[in-house]
């Protein structure tokens, strides 16, 4: 089984997932910005307990069992304040998902911490594919996926927090992966 590592990016610090960090997520998490794509089982309104109750009981036993890896995004400048958190997941066509409080949207984090995650899902956990669902009206998250060298595989309708949405498929292969991240150096 695979520990979560913390990770360090440029400008951020990945950290595991920790119970102690429900906290700070129930504080920043329950604004609709961050949650109308998310999948449809996160409650809304939401709850006061929920994050206690997702960290312990849904990411940190996914954790244990070696199905998931958690992190939580930290600005260098600020590493006591989570900004975000993105996890891999051993699911069927849903193996990495991510949320960003919107002050830091449209800055780059998003995009530098999943290629950090990434290359940990294809050269620590050895996997051949990454797959990750989006709804089609969440372009910011397709524009991280387009940009770093993921595809568009399928499309369907998905129970989103705000309702069925349209919804596509995006995946990169280990070699895609690895051909991008060469000619991105």
């Known amino acids: 089984m695979t520990v979560t590592p913390e990770i360090i990016t440029d400008r951020l610090i990945l950290k595991p997932l920790r119970s102690e960090d429900a906290g700070q997520i129930q504080r920043v998490f329950p604004r609709w910005e961050i949650v109308r794509y998310l999948v449809a089982s996160v409650p809304w309104p939401y709850p006061e307990g929920a994050a206690q109750h997702y960290v312990d009981n849904v990411a940190l036993a996914a954790s244990k069992e070696g199905t998931g890896w958690f992190w939580t995004l930290r600005r260098k400048e600020d590493a006591q304040t989570l900004i975000g958190v993105i996890c891999l997941m051993m699911l ?94």
């Open 92 to 185: 069927p066509d849903n193996n990495r998902g991510f949320w960003l409080v919107p002050e830091w949207q449209g800055q780059g984090y998003m995009s530098e911490a999943c290629e950090a995650v990434t290359e940990f899902w294809f050269e620590s956990l050895d996997q051949p594919v990454l797959r990750a669902p989006k709804a089609v009206a969440n372009t910011r998250s397709k524009n991280i996926s387009s940009r770093s060298g993921m595809r568009l595989v399928g499309v369907d309708k998905r129970q989103y927090v705000a309702g069925e949405l349209d919804s596509e498929l995006w995946e990169i292969t280990r070699d895609e992966w690895r051909k991008w991240k060469n000619a991105s150096v």
